[in-house]
């Protein structure tokens, strides 16, 4: 199972960036996916997360009406949407799938992990 992780970079405040993360060697559609992100010095936080067939969505309150995730099964690939960026955006972020065995936000819930995409947002 691989996730590749993608679309990070350099932003200035109130900028956008889409991340994307394209998975391969599992059933994708049979997986939650979900966004997490670490600063550094602080432990690997909940993002946003959604359903198997994209219906119902999940988001952490830090982002809420910020951010939005959405998947594509026929690609593979589930996407992060972040408008209005603020420095405390700043991390490195990570995809992360599951078989719907746990909760949404936690990480010990998933089961396979990206490589991590850095997001930088200058003040």
């Known amino acids: 199972v691989q996730l590749q992780a993608s679309g990070g970079g350099l932003v200035q405040a109130g900028g956008s960036l889409r991340l994307s993360c394209a998975a391969s060697?599992?059933?994708?559609?049979?997986?939650?996916m979900g966004w997490f992100r670490q600063a550094p010095g602080t432990e690997r936080a909940f993002v946003a997360a959604?359903?198997?067939?994209?219906?119902?969505?999940l988001y952490a309150e830090s982002v809420k009406g910020r951010f939005t995730i959405s998947r594509d099964n026929a690609q593979s690939t589930v996407y992060l949407q972040m408008n209005s960026l603020k420095p405390e955006d700043t991390a490195l972020y990570y995809c992360?799938?599951?078989?719907?065995?746990?909760?949404?936000?936690?990480?010990?819930?998933?089961?396979?992990w990206g490589q991590g995409t850095l997001v930088t947002v200058s003040s």
């Open positions: 959604i359903s198997r067939s994209g219906g119902s969505t």
């Open positions: 060697g599992l059933t994708f559609s049979s997986y939650v």
């Open positions: 992360a799938a599951q078989p719907y065995s746990g909760s949404w936000s936690t990480t010990r819930s998933y089961h396979y």
